[in-house]
């Protein structure tokens, strides 16, 4: 089997699923207040790579769960993710006008809107994980996966690398410092999205459920340092969002720190880690170490 055309299928087959899965659990757009629904759906449906979703339907299948029990968690984890899109494209934060090839929130609405849309997304995201009936887990699994978003996306996590990176602006990190900053703010994300999938099989031996998580935090550091690296090289059509804004905001970077070829060393060693945590699985993590090549390998 070609392992590109694999992965291709995979990743169609997932996106188009998460789609539905989305749609699904948004709130309708007539439904009152309609303008926040509007704009959560908006802000959410119809583009976006689907990483992390990709991410917990790759891992399930790695460890035997079916999809249809992980459609709750990749929903929870993407409404977090945009979310935080939402609001790092604020005035205040980013000051980003476009988004995913489109006019980000902000811009399509207005700026108290979009902070409205990105905090429902938020509470929506737990709502799921504590509610949704797909989610056939133990109550301690479910609660689990509850602390797991949680710690991910708050201070520990997500929001307190956005702290560091604004608090960053025109200073100079050191490597640990750099990393330190991106394991919150992408990695935490990105690592959720697999556990996730980990809790979704109450009794995973913690041998498999600690080589995933390494799994993920080495992608986690490759996907940013990927998306520092197409800051740099790409364009703001390929990229669907505004080129170069790291460097116009004088903000800490991978290429800034190592150069462009260290950056790309960095994101070569950081993909060769993730596939060694997986050298104690079979054919089954297959889509893990093609998704892992496709992060340090994507245009966009």
């Given at each position: 089997m070609n392992p590109e055309r694999s992965l291709s299928d995979f990743m169609r087959s997932s996106q188009e699923r998460v789609e539905r899965a989305l749609d699904a659990r948004l709130p309708a757009a007539d439904r009152m207040p309609e303008r926040l629904h509007q704009a959560m759906r908006y802000s959410v449906l119809g583009g976006g790579k689907r990483m992390r979703p990709l991410l917990t339907y790759a891992t399930g299948q790695t460890i035997g769960v079916a999809a249809d029990l992980l459609d709750g968690p990749a929903c929870a984890v993407e409404f977090i993710h945009v979310y935080s899109l939402i609001h790092d494209d604020l005035p205040a934060m980013d000051d980003d006008d476009l988004r995913r090839g489109k006019p980000t929130c902000h811009k399509a609405y207005d700026e108290a809107t979009a902070i409205l849309a990105g905090d429902g997304?938020?509470?929506l995201a737990f709502h799921v994980l504590a509610q949704d009936p797909s989610i056939a887990v133990p109550a301690e699994n479910r609660i689990a996966m509850i602390e797991t978003l949680a710690k991910a996306s708050g201070p520990a996590g997500m929001v307190g690398g956005q702290a560091i990176d604004l608090a960053s602006v025109g200073?100079?990190?050191?490597?640990?410092?750099?990393?330190?900053?991106?394991?919150?703010?992408?990695?935490?994300?990105?690592?959720?999205?697999?556990?996730?999938?980990?809790?979704?099989?109450?009794?995973?031996?913690?041998?498999?459920?600690?080589?995933?998580?390494?799994?993920?935090?080495?992608?986690?550091?490759?996907?940013?340092?990927?998306?520092?690296?197409?800051?740099?090289?790409?364009?703001?059509?390929?990229?669907?969002?505004?080129r170069g804004k790291d460097r116009d905001h004088n903000k800490p970077n991978y290429p800034a720190l190592l150069g462009l070829s260290g950056a790309k060393e960095k994101a070569e060693e950081m993909h060769e880690a993730a596939l060694e945590s997986l050298a104690g699985f079979g054919p089954e993590a297959d889509l893990l170490r093609e998704l892992a090549r496709f992060i340090i390998q994507r245009q966009s």
């Open positions: 997304l938020q509470a200073k100079k990190l050191d490597l640990p410092g750099l990393e330190n900053m991106h394991i919150r703010k992408t990695g935490a994300l990105i690592r959720a999205s697999v556990r996730l999938a980990c809790l979704a099989r109450p009794g995973l031996p913690a041998e498999q459920f600690d080589r995933l998580d390494h799994y993920a935090k080495c992608i986690g550091l490759a996907f940013q340092i990927q998306d520092d690296i197409l800051d740099e090289e790409s364009d703001t059509q390929t990229l669907g969002k505004t």
